[in-house]
């Protein structure tokens, strides 16, 4: 994700509470919806779609972070 914020993101994870929650929550849901989607872990497709809202939404906010940042 963000391959272009490598170093930032690495950089913001240590500096950045909020940015490395949010961050550590993003791969969370990644992993939470691949077990679903593989069928390790049970759950309907509504179910995974809400996950990937949500995982969405969260990439969307690291992104304004990692602008601002880049911008500083």
């Keep these: 994700m963000f391959p272009e914020f490598r170093d930032l993101i690495t ?6 509470p ?3 929650r949010l961050f550590h929550r ?3 849901l990644d992993q939470e919806i691949k077990n679903m989607e593989m069928g390790i872990a049970p759950a309907g497709a509504l179910a995974i779609e809400q996950l990937k809202k ?7 906010q690291l ?8 911008a500083a």
Excluded: T
């Design 11 to 16: 950089e913001l994870k240590g500096r950045d």
């Design 54 to 60: 949500e995982k969405l939404l969260l990439k969307d």
């Design 18 to 20: 909020h940015f490395s």
């Design 63 to 70: 992104y304004v972070i990692l602008r601002r940042a880049s």
């Design 26 to 28: 993003h791969n969370e």
